[in-house]
């Protein structure tokens, strides 16, 4: 009899611990490599953005539709639903635009969005948000050189980096400007 109990139990204690895991990941809030990467498919949705930052950033509107719809397939596709269905919507928005104007429009919601993100996981230090007082808007990039995807070659300078620095203040951020006052 034992000798029959033992599989079993084995088969048992496999599928609990199958079904802990499964559970787990539907409860999962964010993922990260151990080197602080992000993982899939927070990871190509941001590097499609930082793409078109780059490109509006750049007066050009070349790799915006690709990038956006990148971004809204990967949004669509995402069998844990980390982005809510907005942003592909916003994305597709983006994709649909002809012209700068239009694109670095449909580029604010967009990057609304995606900062919200950012702070809803508590993610500070993959990326860098700037402000800029001109557009009344903020973006995400990379590093502290500020490249403005609003007003491109005409400002390209302008702008605010926002800085994580503690709870206690109402919204949680500092600017550069702030910072030294404290």
Same mark, same amino acid.
């Not at 496999?14 to 079904?19: G, H, N, R, S």
């Given at each position: 009899?034992?000798?029959?109990?033992?599989?079993?139990?084995?088969?048992?204690?496999? &599928?609990?611990?199958?079904?802990?895991?499964? &559970?787990?990941?539907?409860?999962?809030?964010?993922?990260?490599?151990?080197?602080?990467?992000?993982?899939?498919?927070?990871?190509?949705?941001?590097?499609?953005?930082?793409?078109?930052?780059?490109?509006?950033?750049?007066? %050009?509107?070349?790799?915006?539709?690709?990038?956006?719809?990148?971004?809204?397939?990967?949004? *669509?596709?995402?069998?844990?639903?980390?982005?809510?269905?907005?942003?592909?919507?916003?994305?597709?928005?983006?994709?649909?635009?002809?012209?700068?104007?239009?694109? *670095?429009? &449909?580029?604010?919601?967009?990057?609304?969005?995606?900062?919200?993100?950012? &702070?809803?996981?508590?993610?500070?230090?993959?990326?860098?948000?700037?402000?800029?007082?001109?557009?009344?808007?903020?973006?995400?990039?990379?590093?502290?050189?500020?490249?403005?995807?609003?007003?491109?070659? %005409?400002?390209?300078?302008?702008?605010?980096?926002?800085?994580? *620095?503690?709870?206690?203040?109402?919204?949680?951020?500092?600017?550069?400007?702030?910072?030294?006052?404290?």
């Amino acid at each position: 009899m034992k000798t029959k109990l033992v599989p079993l139990l084995t088969i048992i204690a496999f &599928a609990v611990a199958v079904l802990a895991t499964n &559970a787990r990941a539907g409860h999962r809030t964010f993922r990260k490599e151990q080197n602080g990467a992000l993982m899939e498919p927070v990871k190509s949705i941001f590097e499609s953005y930082l793409k078109i930052e780059s490109a509006l950033a750049n007066e %050009s509107t070349v790799g915006i539709e690709i990038n956006a719809s990148a971004i809204a397939s990967a949004v *669509r596709g995402d069998s844990m639903k980390m982005f809510p269905p907005q942003v592909a919507k916003q994305a597709e928005i983006l994709a649909g635009t002809r012209n700068l104007s239009s694109a *670095r429009e &449909a580029f604010k919601p967009l990057s609304k969005s995606l900062i919200q993100y950012l &702070a809803d996981h508590n993610i500070t230090s993959a990326y860098v948000e700037v402000y800029c007082p001109m557009t009344k808007a903020s973006w995400i990039q990379k590093d502290r050189k500020i490249n403005n995807p609003y007003m491109g070659g %005409s400002m390209w300078s302008c702008g605010t980096i926002k800085q994580k *620095r503690r709870a206690s203040r109402s919204d949680g951020w500092l600017t550069d400007d702030e910072l030294k006052h404290v």
